[in-house]
């Protein structure tokens, strides 16, 4: 089947999910600091891998700008990103590109910890 054929048969959802990472659904709390921007901006993520988030928000970042994200987890991640989708009034999409080692590690860990707890175990299917 060629990919053409493939796109015809999937739903434009499964053809934009081609990420580098699982994404889990999870709202956790997030700082947004814009260069040039006096204070931060606050919300939740709505989806979470290790390559990235989703943030909705009505007043979505242009696409390309840089800002340093605190993501709060288990503990606070600093992590440096940029905003790599713009849906204006729904969200930013948002693609973490420089963090620290333990950081990684501590996101890495939480994510396969949600998503153990989000997928069911297919040896418990009855």
């Known amino acids: 089947m060629t990919d053409h054929d493939q ?12 990420r580098a990472h699982p994404r889990v659904k999870v709202s956790a709390p997030v ?6 921007s006096g204070s931060p901006i606050r919300g939740a993520t709505c989806e979470l891998s290790l390559g990235g988030c989703y943030i909705e928000t009505m007043f979505p970042l242009p696409k390309g700008t840089t800002l340093d994200l605190k993501l709060r987890i288990d503990t606070t991640l600093l992590i440096m990103a940029s905003v ?9 999409g948002i693609k973490f590109t420089k963090m620290l080692a333990e950081d990684r590690e501590a996101l890495e860990t939480h994510l396969a910890a ?7 175990d297919p040896t418990n299917a009855g």
Do not use: I, K, M, Y
């Not at 048969?9 to 999910?17: A, E, K, M, N, V």
């Not at 700082?31 to 040039?36: A, N, W």
């Not at 949600?114 to 069911?120: F, G, S, T």
């Open 84 to 92: 790599v989708t713009c849906d204006p009034q729904v969200g930013n």
């Open 31 to 36: 700082e947004l600091h814009v260069e040039g």
């Open 7 to 18: 796109n015809r048969f999937s739903s434009p959802g499964q053809r934009q999910d081609r």
């Open 114 to 120: 949600l998503q153990q707890a989000q997928d069911p």
